[in-house]
């Protein structure tokens, strides 16, 4: 087993996934949380929930606001967030809530944060699958950084790794994984319960933005009620 391993923690569906393989994988964990200036913070405080409930031995909240810039309805408030009434409606191509560099910088921190605390383990809820709208999703763009950070920080390509343990599941294999990564479905409804995913900030899912229509596909292709479902008004 792996000492220790420091995931980036959104607090969505998919990095608390990628929580719970580090969970199964390593003896301590940590994690680390970007307050980018996203219009919301729900899911600020979903991760700090998940965080407690996974028991990380230290989570830190790195606040960069005002630094990226973007036409991303996600940091820009002039921009409107596009709703779709159908998964097929989405527009393929970069999703319009893209936001450059945004994933280079969130591994450039967390690589800082991880010489800190003695981690060479990265956990990252990156998804080609789902997102190939985003070129910082895929693994040929981690195999990259993983490099770079290596090479910046030791003067190695291998002194850091980057897990991205989700990166060719689909959201409904991911689900069934995270099911199984927990000790039983009560803990799996408890945990995915407090994740947030919604673009627009709306507690339990607008169920119209694209990371809700993502989120609600893959739990009805699992056969599985999300338990965020309740909370939906
Ligand atoms: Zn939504």
């Not at 301590?28 to 407690?52: C, F, M, P, V």
């Not at 596909?217 to 599985?224: C, L």
Request: charged content about 30%; glycine content about 8%; overall charge positive.
């Amino acid at each position: 087993m792996k000492k220790k391993g420091l995931v980036i923690l959104s607090g969505g569906q998919d990095s608390t996934t990628v929580a719970l393989f580090a969970r199964s994988e390593c003896k301590e964990l940590h994690g680390i949380t970007y307050d980018y200036g996203q219009k919301h913070k729900t899911e600020i405080n979903s991760a700090k929930r998940i965080a407690k409930f996974l028991k990380f031995k230290t989570h830190v909240i790195i606040k960069i606001p005002n630094i990226l810039k973007s036409t991303s309805p996600l940091i820009n408030k002039k921009k409107k967030l596009e709703k779709y009434d159908s998964y097929n409606e989405i527009i393929k191509g970069i999703e319009p809530t893209f936001i450059p560099s945004r994933n280079i910088l969130f591994l450039t921190i967390a690589s800082n944060q991880a010489v800190l605390i003695e981690c060479k383990t990265i956990y990252m809820g990156v998804c080609e699958e789902d997102y190939g709208g985003y070129p910082d999703c895929r693994r040929i763009f981690i195999d990259s950084m993983e490099n770079s950070l290596g090479l910046g920080i030791s003067g190695s390509k291998k002194y850091i790794k980057i897990k991205t343990p989700l990166m060719k599941l689909t959201k409904m294999e991911s689900i069934k994984i995270a099911i199984k990564k927990c000790k039983n479905m009560e803990e799996f409804n408890k945990i995915f319960k407090e994740t947030h995913t919604c673009y627009d900030g709306i507690k339990g899912g607008c169920g119209k933005c694209h990371a809700c229509m993502l989120r609600d596909r893959g739990f009805k292709e699992a056969g599985i009620n999300d338990p965020i479902w309740i909370l939906r008004k």
